[in-house]
Protein backbone atom coordinates (compact mmCIF):
# COMPACT_ATOMS: atom_id res chain seq x y z
CA UNK A 1 0.00 0.00 0.00
CA UNK A 2 0.88 3.41 -1.01
CA UNK A 3 0.45 6.55 1.28
CA UNK A 4 -1.38 8.07 -1.30
CA UNK A 5 -3.56 4.60 -1.25
CA UNK A 6 -3.55 5.04 2.59
CA UNK A 7 -5.14 8.69 2.40
CA UNK A 8 -7.89 7.09 -0.23
CA UNK A 9 -8.92 4.29 2.29
CA UNK A 10 -9.31 6.56 5.19
CA UNK A 11 -11.32 9.72 3.65
CA UNK A 12 -13.31 6.37 1.80
CA UNK A 13 -13.79 4.72 5.09
CA UNK A 14 -14.64 8.56 6.79
CA UNK A 15 -16.96 9.16 4.59
CA UNK A 16 -18.83 5.70 4.36
CA UNK A 17 -18.45 4.74 8.29
CA UNK A 18 -17.32 8.14 10.26
CA UNK A 19 -20.01 10.42 9.10
CA UNK A 20 -17.30 13.27 8.36
CA UNK A 21 -13.97 14.14 9.56
CA UNK A 22 -13.67 15.68 13.18
CA UNK A 23 -12.26 19.00 13.23
CA UNK A 24 -8.34 19.39 12.66
CA UNK A 25 -8.20 20.59 16.61
CA UNK A 26 -9.74 17.67 18.00
CA UNK A 27 -8.08 15.34 15.15
CA UNK A 28 -4.56 17.43 16.82
CA UNK A 29 -5.49 16.40 20.31
CA UNK A 30 -6.59 13.01 19.15
CA UNK A 31 -2.65 12.51 17.62
CA UNK A 32 -1.41 13.78 20.79
CA UNK A 33 -2.95 11.13 22.78
CA UNK A 34 -1.84 8.47 20.07
CA UNK A 35 1.45 9.31 20.32
CA UNK A 36 0.85 9.25 24.35
CA UNK A 37 -0.31 5.91 24.09
CA UNK A 38 2.79 4.70 21.85
CA UNK A 39 5.18 6.03 24.15
CA UNK A 40 3.87 4.68 26.79
CA UNK A 41 4.79 1.02 25.86
CA UNK A 42 8.03 2.27 24.40
CA UNK A 43 9.27 3.54 28.06
CA UNK A 44 7.70 0.56 29.93
CA UNK A 45 9.03 -1.92 27.22
CA UNK A 46 12.23 -0.50 26.07
CA UNK A 47 12.52 1.78 28.76
CA UNK A 48 13.58 1.34 32.13
CA UNK A 49 10.15 1.56 33.40
CA UNK A 50 8.57 -1.37 35.00
CA UNK A 51 5.63 -2.75 32.46
CA UNK A 52 2.47 -2.91 33.82
CA UNK A 53 0.45 -6.07 34.04
CA UNK A 54 -2.44 -4.13 31.79
CA UNK A 55 -0.10 -2.83 29.48
CA UNK A 56 1.74 -5.92 28.91
CA UNK A 57 -0.64 -7.17 25.85
CA UNK A 58 -0.76 -3.50 23.98
CA UNK A 59 -0.31 -4.18 20.79
CA UNK A 60 2.66 -1.91 19.52
CA UNK A 61 2.46 -1.91 15.62
CA UNK A 62 -1.97 -1.34 16.43
CA UNK A 63 -0.89 1.57 18.68
CA UNK A 64 1.53 3.05 15.41
CA UNK A 65 -1.35 2.29 13.06
CA UNK A 66 -3.63 4.53 15.43
CA UNK A 67 -1.11 7.61 14.98
CA UNK A 68 -0.69 7.17 11.37
CA UNK A 69 -4.91 7.38 11.08
CA UNK A 70 -5.53 10.41 12.40
CA UNK A 71 -2.04 11.80 10.83
CA UNK A 72 -3.69 11.01 7.53
CA UNK A 73 -7.00 12.38 8.69
CA UNK A 74 -5.03 15.37 9.39
CA UNK A 75 -3.38 15.51 5.94
CA UNK A 76 -6.68 14.69 4.06
CA UNK A 77 -8.25 17.70 6.00
CA UNK A 78 -5.27 20.29 5.50
CA UNK A 79 -5.12 19.31 1.62
CA UNK A 80 -1.41 17.39 2.78
CA UNK A 81 -0.54 14.81 -0.36
CA UNK A 82 1.82 12.43 1.88
CA UNK A 83 3.64 10.81 -0.77
CA UNK A 84 4.73 14.24 -2.15
CA UNK A 85 5.64 15.53 1.45
CA UNK A 86 7.56 12.46 2.53
CA UNK A 87 9.33 12.34 -0.85
CA UNK A 88 10.23 15.99 -0.47
CA UNK A 89 11.19 15.26 3.63
CA UNK A 90 13.64 12.56 2.34
CA UNK A 91 15.48 14.63 -0.26
CA UNK A 92 15.97 17.35 2.98
CA UNK A 93 17.05 14.85 4.87
CA UNK A 94 19.23 13.27 2.59
CA UNK A 95 20.97 16.37 1.55
CA UNK A 96 21.42 17.64 5.28
CA UNK A 97 22.38 14.85 6.90
CA UNK A 98 24.36 12.78 4.25
CA UNK A 99 27.62 13.12 6.24
CA UNK A 100 26.50 14.16 9.62
CA UNK A 101 26.05 11.36 11.07
CA UNK A 102 28.93 9.28 9.76
CA UNK A 103 30.66 11.50 11.45
CA UNK A 104 28.70 11.14 15.24
CA UNK A 105 31.25 9.66 17.15
CA UNK A 106 28.02 7.98 19.10
CA UNK A 107 27.16 6.39 16.53
CA UNK A 108 29.99 4.02 15.99
Known sequence: MTLE??????????????????NELT?????????????????????EQSEKESDKNKDLGDEM?????????LANQ?????TEAFAKNMDKKTQRDKDRHHQNPKLK
Not at 30 to 42: D, H, K, N, S
Open 27 to 47: NMAMLTEEVGEVARIIARRYG
Open 65 to 73: ADVLWVLIC
Open 5 to 22: NAQQQVDAWIKTNGVRYF
Open 78 to 82: TGVNL
